[in-house]
């Protein structure tokens, strides 16, 4: 089996759990593959710092039911250890008859969701459409007693969840742990693990959650003091049983993988990463590879040329508004990447990257931060956090859609543009009934940049005729 982290609530330490966890199997196995539920950057980095193998998302929304089971089933092969982080509380998730109303609504072909379901893309519907038991992490910082009901509550809301055992975090002393024991013993509900109050064992955090790992630097240190916590907090004699994939889960289908072409030749996509630019799903980057990419890593912070060769940029999310200075200096990379694409060179662009590809990075202070400068507008940082998934009908034919096609994405910034794109790619609008639409995405050159952020499990279309335009682009090069 394995087993999935989830909390009451967002903000239980779901997170640091989990990476505890990992830290101590780590030190048993070199093969322990880690999970993340819904769109998230972030905590996957630090999972990933950890096992060492990239973190796999299994978000339902962005992608598809089948997708989620084809990639946990083709990633717990070969590992010793499995675990997977919920996200919020373990039953917050989408109404799936909203999703499809949305759907009905559009003037194109759908893509239909199998049945209904209250709570789509939550860690519960991920829980049952794997198959795998659940861990409730519940914070018990303010409440002794009323544990008895937070654990009955979630284990038996839903009978087709396996709620196994709880963990208790934030437990303020060994009178309070007795209180939560008493409370808990007519539920027969297991204890696999017992937290005290860790107020000097923090992750530090900014405007869109904590820290990336390569900011940084006493990582090692935190990862040691995580794993001698889960050692010694944690009941690994109840724990170990569920931490092993089963061939009930292995030997699901594994599919999804796409076999590069025959006689198709590789292309060079540079793909910017640093402190800037790294949110990445692993996905997106191995389904370019099997339609033939190849990728050269460089830094727009470092790096003053393109790689050699490129035929397509690649720009994600990340944290370009903490860099603007930085990035603004390096005037060698700003005129490489904005020659590159004024010849034609086929650029994707999401959230970070499109910042960096406008005219100016105004920060937090107000500063502005001359960019690339390709496109007519200014990213402005402010206050407004803009989350949520959202559904994309596209306006108009571009690089890597045509008009009327739909898809899902999710946004998560705190910039807006001082122009919005007089001609915008998309129409998004949030799941929910009556929620407004709104313009949004540019085109220009071969340009395609948007806030919204994209899995390619869910969309691989794009993937593919954003591979053509770059081997498009390599062919000419090679005429000239």
Known sequence: MTLIIAGDRSGTGKTTITLALLAFLK???????????????????????????????????????????????????GVDYAVVEGVMGLFDGVPLDKLKGKRQKAKRKMQPRKSFCQDYGSTAHIARILDVPVVLVIDCSRLSGSVAAIAHGYGSLDPKINVVGVILNRVGSDRHLTLLKTALKPLNIPIFGVIYRQESLTIPDRHLGLVPTQELPQLNQLMDRLAHLAETCFNWEQLFPYLTPSPHHLFKKAGGRRQKAGGIQSVKIAIAKDKAFNFYYPDNLEILE????TFCYWSPLEDEKLPEGTAGLYFAGGFPEMFAEALSSNQQALNAVKQAIIKGMPTYGECGGLMYLGEQIMDFEGKSWPMVGILPTTAKMGQKLTLGYKQAIASRSSLLLNEGETLWGHEFHRSELTLPPSQPIFNLSSWHENSPSYGEGWHCYNVHASYLHLHFGGCPQIAEKFFRHTLDFFKNLALD
């Open 27 to 77: 030190q048993k196995s070199s093969k322990v593959q880690s999970f993340k539920v819904g769109p998230d950057y972030i905590d996957p980095m630090f999972h990933s710092y950890i096992t060492g193998r990239p973190c796999r998302n299994l978000d339902p929304i962005l992608t598809s039911v089948n997708y989620v089971k084809s990639c946990f089933a083709r990633h717990c092969q």
């Open 290 to 293: 099997e339609l033939g990419a």
